[in-house]
């Protein structure tokens, strides 16, 4: 048995989904105001090497965009489908939030990508970026990640992204406000430096913005007025690739990694951390079937779990069971 610290353990809650969710690739999770899960997967589209060319301009466009709901609204005990919307408007879906007025805010990678969308509106409310055009200046991004919007102050924060390497803070309306980050140099990757800035948890009571650092196999915080760095949070148990992070009020944050390198030690897994402290308080994989590229995760405020996998095209849940005494290894 592995040994648990903490209060409590989370394990595969083995009956989800119970039924074909027929899920594409799955980038993208989030928890509405009812704490439904909200999935963004790409239908019958895939991100593989021939999506685009070496100037990032996506190469896939004829096949016209996903045809099917791409944002689904799942009830978390059942998998039952409450809701779908999305349809005919994405090309590669990534990141996925939702705001406290219960929008979606979602990017799309061969886009360029970040919209808003009411929950039952057809037409986008805000798109930020210039269709298909990649760039890194005020109006175009490069493979946008993810995006979070501040419930105090409605800031839009937009990880960007696979071929940038900076957060953009936007206003409430979508203007240019400012933005912090550069590309890691050769050698050591300092604070501020990212190899693709892959995922957002935005911490409104603690007024941070902690990102996944994907390549540098680590979170880094910032404030999320000024950008400043505040603290990184690496363990070797991460391994090389880092791929998202998500926080749950009460202070525990979640993380998933990637899959080893060759010759590599630590496994692919799902990680629960006291955000205060930084330590890893739990480690948890499926119990059957093993994570192939565990792409998004999500954490309700009782310890509910989901992992979205872009390989397997499957969503994980994870419920956290009572833990009686502490196994020691
Ligand atoms: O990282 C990649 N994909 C995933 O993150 C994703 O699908 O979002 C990727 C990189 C190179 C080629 C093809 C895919």
């Known amino acids: 048995e592995k040994e648990h610290k903490g209060d409590f353990h989370v394990e595969e809650a083995v009956e989800w ?15 509405d105001l009812e704490n439904n899960l909200v999935v963004f997967h790409r239908g019958d589209h895939v991100w593989d ?83 298909l055009q990649p760039g890194s200046d005020k109006t175009h991004f490069c493979q946008p990640t ?23 803070q936007f206003s409430p309306n979508g203007l240019y406000v400012m933005q912090w980050g550069e590309e890691t140099s050769l ?9 693709i800035p892959h995922s957002l948890a935005l911490i409104p009571d603690l007024s941070q913005l902690c990102v ?17 760095f505040t603290r990184e949070i690496k363990h070797k148990a991460f391994g090389t690739e880092l791929f998202a992070v998500s926080y749950v009020p009460g202070g525990l944050l979640f993380a998933v990694n990637g899959m080893p390198y060759p010759g590599e030690a630590e496994s692919v897994q799902g990680f629960v951390m006291n955000f205060s402290t930084g330590e890893i308080i739990d480690t948890f994989i499926p119990l059957r079937k093993g ?24 969503v994980w849940k994870f419920a956290s069971a009572e833990k009686s005494e502490t196994i020691v290894e």
């Open 187 to 195: 050698g050591r990757s300092r604070p501020g430096q990212f190899r």
């Open 49 to 131: 090497e021939n999506s685009f060319d070496s100037k990032f301009v996506y190469q896939q466009r004829g096949l016209g965009p996903i045809e099917q709901n791409t944002i689904l609204v799942l009830n978390p005990s059942n998998a039952k489908l409450l809701h779908s919307t999305g349809k005919s408007l994405f090309y590669l879906p990534h990141g996925l939030s939702v705001d406290k007025n219960g929008n979606y805010w979602v990017t799309d990678v061969a886009l360029h990508q970040v919209f808003k969308l009411g929950a039952n509106d057809k037409e986008p409310l805000l798109i930020l970026g210039v269709a």
């Open 212 to 228: 996944a650092d994907r390549e540098n196999g680590r979170i880094q915080c910032f404030r999320l007025e000024t950008g400043e």
């Open 17 to 31: 989904p119970g039924l074909d969710l027929k899920l594409g690739q799955v980038s993208g999770l989030a928890l």
């Open 146 to 168: 993810d995006v979070a919007v501040d419930p105090i102050t409605g800031s839009i924060y937009v990880s960007d992204g696979y071929c940038n390497s900076r957060i953009i």
């Open 291 to 314: 994570f192939e590229m565990p792409h998004d995760i999500v954490a309700s405020e009782d310890r509910t779990v989901f992992v979205g996998d872009v390989h397997a095209k499957v």
